[in-house]
């Protein structure tokens, strides 16, 4: 089986090197300048896709391979639709607000969004992140007052818009 990923994040360099376990071949397309490190001897970087057809794929570089199954990995957008408007949050391309530390919402702190941190060990983060949380929610640890909570998470934040971080890498670690 040959499988053709398109993307180059951290889930498409995950699942393209899981399935490569597997798989006879990985064709794993992204539109990055220069090749990404991945283990696994079966995975061909390809660049972007001009087209497909019902066996396989052209790409940018004038290859075409002969592709049994695709995998779009085109990240995510964080959408809360379970949430009602008093929880006063605010989602603006990926950039969750107001929240103290990435976890814990300032205006409504009985309420913790596990999990918007990326670019780094996910399940570890988010057991910190659990644990972090729950100090504050079973009083075992007090929160600075909101005044406290919204200067440290605006000094964060400048300091991440000064990196020249996008909303979309707001969270990001």
């Known amino acids: 089986m040959q ?3 398109f993307t180059a994040g951290p889930s498409g ?3 393209a090197q899981d399935v490569a376990s597997t798989a006879e071949c990985v064709f794993w397309s992204h539109h990055l300048k220069a090749p990404k490190h991945v283990k696994g001897n079966n995975i061909i970087q390809k660049p972007d896709i ?3 057809t019902e066996e ?3 790409f940018k570089d004038g290859s075409y391979e002969k592709i049994s199954t695709v995998l779009y990995c085109t990240g995510y957008e964080f959408t809360f639709p379970f949430l009602s408007v008093d929880s006063n949050l605010s989602c603006y391309d990926n950039y969750v607000q107001p ?4 976890c814990i919402n300032i205006n409504r702190p009985s309420l913790a969004i596990i999990g918007l941190i990326f670019l780094n060990c996910p399940f570890q983060t988010f057991d910190l992140q659990v644990r972090f949380a729950l100090k504050f929610m079973t009083a075992k640890l007090s929160l600075p007052s909101r005044e406290e909570m919204l200067a440290e998470t605006a000094k964060d934040m400048s300091e991440r818009w000064s990196r020249g971080l996008s909303h979309r890498k707001a ?3």
Do not use: E, Q, R, W
């Open 3 to 5: 499988f053709n990923f």
């Open 50 to 52: 001009i087209s497909m």
């Open 171 to 173: 969270h990001a670690f």
């Open 99 to 102: 929240l103290y530390k990435h």
């Open 56 to 58: 396989g794929v052209h």
């Open 13 to 15: 360099t995950d699942i």
